[in-house]
């Protein structure tokens, strides 16, 4: 626990009471939303490739299911192939994965940092070098206390995740049901329809019972991820010579 709050905590702290102080007004709603985007540029190269590696898998799908027809009677053989096909386009199919836990950290960060409050600075956390503002602008939009619940905020997490799903090429590579279906078939599609529209929903609760600010970094960052898989794939299709859809 205490290298978790060094290495993630007290860096993510610092930043948010950094930016407190930049911002005009020292308004901590967007003082996150300027940290959200800062964190998201920062795992950019990691997001970039994870998106690449999510449209690489859509496009090589015919040739994946052409192994699983040519194999059906031969698991062993059909996850060889599989993973040459994997290896000849350069594509690693666990990058979203590695997104997904390197950003748990921060979320979990976030939590605590939003959960002892922001009205009165922990002074013993901030380092020496980082002005401290006077005064703490909770409200959001002039209306909103960003340390509260707010079911406005908490229904844009939830919406922009279910977006986010839905855009995502990740969810376009979900194997078709079907009795021939393997039980790894089987079971990726359950978890991507349950990713689909169970996960929207368990944010919006997690985003309520939180704060807003939560939910307000949520919200953003979800924004920032779908406007970086637009642009892959755009960048995609403009080098494959296809129609962007």
């Known amino acids: 626990m205490a290298i978790f709050k060094i290495l993630i905590y007290t860096p993510l702290y610092n930043a948010l009471v950094a930016i407190i102080a930049f911002v005009p007004g020292h308004n901590l709603g967007l003082a996150i939303i300027i940290l959200t985007i800062f964190v998201r540029v920062v795992l950019f190269p990691l997001g970039h490739k994870a998106a690449k590696s999510q449209f690489a898998l859509k496009m090589i799908e015919p040739e994946i299911n052409k192994i699983k027809e040519d194999f ?7 996850a060889k192939k599989t993973f040459e096909v994997y290896k000849k386009h350069k594509i690693n199919p666990f ?5 997904a836990l390197i ?19 922990d002074q013993s956390s901030i380092y020496s070098f980082v002005s401290i503002p006077d ?21 844009l997490a939830g919406v922009s995740q279910f977006v986010q799903a839905i855009l995502s090429p990740a969810s376009k590579t979900i194997p078709k049901s079907g009795n021939n279906n393997s039980f790894s078939d089987n079971l990726s599609r359950s978890l991507s329809i ?4 169970f996960l929207p929903v368990m944010i919006f609760f997690f985003a309520y019972q939180t704060s807003a600010a939560l939910a307000l970094y949520w919200t953003i960052s979800n924004i920032f991820t779908i406007a970086q898989e637009m642009i892959v794939k755009r960048q995609i299709n403009a080098k494959h010579g296809l129609l962007t859809q």
């Open 95 to 99: 990058s979203g994965c590695l997104m």
């Open 135 to 155: 005064v703490v602008n909770l409200k959001f939009l002039g209306i909103t206390d960003i340390t509260s619940k707010s079911l406005a905020l908490a229904i």
């Open 72 to 78: 059906k009677g031969n698991k062993e053989e059909q």
């Open 103 to 121: 950003q748990l950290p921060i979320i979990i960060s976030l939590y605590y940092v939003f959960l002892s409050g922001l009205q009165t600075l």
């Open 194 to 197: 349950q990713m689909k529209y």
